[in-house]
């Protein structure tokens, strides 16, 4: 409501008339497309993309004046390719998401009256406006706080080394964070070390607990807006992962303290192709299946929607039903249905019992606290959501388009079934021409790929960037794609995937770590590839590479 009011309002008082409704939802899913990481990056993302979501806004929707099948045509094209953003790395992937939605919505939503095309310009203008503004009233308190979060999580969460590097370098790469990131990599190696070695000898360590406690303190001071002095180090503990895991906790409360906001210089060569490796290969990569699923998903639900009647104020839900349950894999696909049927239900059944006690003068504050409710959980909650969403529609038509709330629940659910077969259906059916290979196919390749990455460093830098590409690409590849998991081979493929990704970064990280013997590093790419076995006197990167070929085993 924060963001959807206020566009609403400039475009009312711009002229657009009852197009103004679209101007309010423009800002909103516009909004969407620049969220999730720092203020400035995020502005320019927007304003670049500001021209393609006022065309997406207003595009199809006058096209459709003069032929439907081309305006058809142009929301497939959009869809599709915004689905693909993601490929430029994981902070596109909101981008995508609103682009759709602003697409969709945009073309589905029906008005109370007749709008003329300059009023939909003039609401598209309004909504990509206001989500400037607010995009930037939103961050200009804090501007780096997300890259700051994203950074301090490589030391007391899960983290996202991939997307922490890619938040600095697109944050104006400041050098205490590089010095951050940097430190992070070498603590996370030393405490899975210690967590090796704590596991062998089957004993809690409570300095192992000291030291998680203290990467939290740290890491709040790293996402901290303002700095405070560095403290004292410190003392050795005896115990050689544990020194150097605070080492490296001491030299980021360092930096965290003296905050040296200076630039790290790094050259064009390297940023091309830091920015090219998640590009490379893209053809046969899970997200450009999933990009043509999505293309054609919603070329299905818009082709059903001929057979509504002109105006029909329901076209929205069966359009951002689809959009909406389309994912990358099979697996994810049903997760996004399952709450809308379980919502479906649930509101249907609350529709009823309203319909049937409740007078109708109620339905439009009902259609109000409903909309509150299905926008503050749907992505929290979405079966719940779902179902105040199914009264909030019921409602709405039946309060301010006096239509029969029997007849409108009954098309609503219909809508909504036909919109998820479509979305199961599509998203589970193989795309003609980039079906992947089979399961042990991938795997094989992920482990090769693997290997020949970390083996390519220290050599040329084309070869390295190659290597590097192959191995991001065949890694990504291992999300299930048409594959029937059950629930234990797709915790071993999770497991597989992330195991295959720690031991590349430190078997990295131990290469560019004078101090660290690089023999092990071979040794545990020989025990990866089978050629060779774990002993009991070998450390963490032998024991995580056996580990790893130990569910590769199983899961081939």
């Known amino acids: 409501m924060i963001v959807a009011v206020p566009a609403f309002v400039v475009g009312t008082l711009l002229g657009a008339g009852p197009a103004a409704v679209v101007g309010a939802f423009v800002a909103l899913f516009g909004l969407i497309t620049s969220l999730g990481g720092p203020l400035w990056p995020d502005l320019r993302r927007l304003a670049v993309l500001a021209p393609v979501l006022f065309g997406a806004a207003v ?37 995508a998401l609103g682009l759709g939605m602003v697409t969709l919505f945009a073309y589905g939503i029906p008005l109370l009256s007749p709008a003329s095309s300059r009023q939909f310009v003039l609401a598209a ?10 995009r930037l009233a939103f961050g200009i308190a804090d501007p780096s706080k997300p890259t700051r979060a994203a950074v301090a999580d490589l030391l007391d969460g899960d983290g996202d080394v991939s997307g922490s ?59 901290a807006k303002r700095s405070d002095p560095p403290r004292a180090t410190t003392p050795d503990v005896g115990n050689r992962p544990l020194d150097a895991a605070h ?52 070329l299905a639900a818009l082709l059903l929607s001929m057979r509504l009647r002109p105006g029909d104020p329901l076209l929205p839900t069966l359009l951002m039903t689809t959009f909406g349950v389309l994912q990358a894999s099979w697996r994810d696909t049903l997760g996004k249905a399952w709450p809308r049927v379980v919502g479906l239900a649930a509101g249907s059944a609350v529709v009823i019992v309203v319909i049937l006690l409740v007078p109708s003068a109620a339905y439009a504050p009902i259609a109000g606290v409903a909309l509150v409710i299905g926008l503050s959980t749907i992505t929290t909650r979405p079966a719940l959501g779902s179902a105040a969403m199914v009264c909030m529609s019921v409602a709405m038509n039946s309060s301010l388009r006096h239509l029969d709330p029997v007849g409108t629940l009954v098309e609503y659910v219909l809508l909504t079934a036909g919109a998820l077969v479509i979305a199961v259906v599509v998203g589970f059916a193989v795309v003609p ?39 991001l690409r065949a890694t990504a590849d291992l999300t299930p794609d048409h594959d029937r998991l059950t629930t234990d081979q797709q915790a071993d493929l999770d497991r597989f995937r992330e195991g295959l990704v720690d031991l590349r970064v430190l078997a990295t990280a131990s290469l560019l770590d004078p101090d660290h013997e690089h023999p092990a590093v071979g040794r545990s790419l020989a025990v990866l590839e089978g050629t060779a076995e774990p002993g009991p006197d070998d450390g963490v990167l032998v024991a995580l590479a056996g580990e790893v070929r130990t569910v590769r085993d199983r899961l081939v």
Do not use: K
């Open 125 to 134: 203008a309004a909504g990509v406006v206001v989500a400037l503004v607010l």
């Open 59 to 95: 595009g199809p929707r006058l096209l459709a004046d003069l032929s439907r099948p081309a305006a058809f045509a142009l929301i497939v094209v959009i869809v599709t390719a915004g689905a693909l953003l993601p490929l430029r790395g994981s902070r596109y992937s909101t981008t």
């Open 165 to 223: 590097v890619s938040l600095w370098h697109a944050d104006g790469r400041r050098r205490w964070l590089g010095t951050v990131l940097q430190e992070a990599g070498r603590f996370r190696l030393a405490r899975r070390s210690a967590e090796a070695l704590a596991r062998r000898s089957d004993a809690e360590d409570p300095a192992l607990d000291d030291l998680r406690a203290r990467a939290h303190e740290v890491a709040d001071r790293v996402r």
């Open 247 to 298: 080492a490296a906790l001491d030299a980021i409360d360092r930096a965290a303290g003296e905050r040296d906001d200076a630039p790290v210089s790094v050259p064009a060569e390297a940023r091309r192709d830091l920015r090219s490796v998640p590009l490379s290969g893209w053809l046969r990569t899970a997200q450009v299946r999933h990009a043509l699923r999505t293309g054609l998903g919603v």
């Open 433 to 471: 021409g980039v079906r992947p290979p089979v399961l042990r196919a991938r795997v094989e390749e992920a482990v090769s790929a693997t290997v020949a990455a970390v083996r390519s460093l220290g050599g040329p830098r084309g070869d390295v960037v190659a290597a590097q590409r192959r191995a």
